[in-house]
């Protein structure tokens, strides 16, 4: 694939990632947690922070010309297995058309969060 059909989507945080890139028909999203727009961590349970979360994929798909019915493709980090039922119970509702596959491990996150979610979909419009 020519590196011109490679698109990025420069991110607005003051850190060194691109929100998404498009290539081959897929968009490639980065991981996110609970961030204000300036890149300031939000805080709060379990289910806060992935509504906070999902609410940005939701934001970054749509300028990418997709959506959350396109996602083929979820990776999920959580701080600790424990918050796995509370993290499925919100997760969810974000998929009612039926779920994309999905991994799931727990590590230490960013800023001390609980949970970072990573996406991969569909490009529905060029």
């Known amino acids: 694939m020519p ?6 989507y420069p991110s607005d945080l003051p850190f060194p990632f691109s929100k998404a890139v498009e290539a081959g028909g897929f968009l490639f999203l980065s ?3 609970s961030m204000s727009e300036t890149g ?3 805080f709060g349970d379990i289910k806060t922070q992935t509504r906070n979360i999902m609410a940005g994929i939701q934001g970054t798909l749509l300028a990418c010309g997709s959506d959350l019915d396109a996602v083929v493709k979820v990776t999920v980090w959580l701080s600790d297995m424990k918050h ?3 993290f499925n119970q919100e997760y969810r509702s974000y998929f009612p058309n039926g779920f994309p596959t999905r991994s799931v ?3 230490n996150l960013a800023f001390g969060l609980d949970v970072e979610i990573e996406v991969q979909a569909l490009q529905k419009t060029h």
């Open 31 to 33: 991981g996110q947690v």
């Open 84 to 86: 796995f039922s509370d």
């Open 3 to 8: 590196i011109s059909e490679i698109k990025r």
């Open 105 to 107: 491990v727990s590590c």
């Open 40 to 42: 300031e961590p939000v």
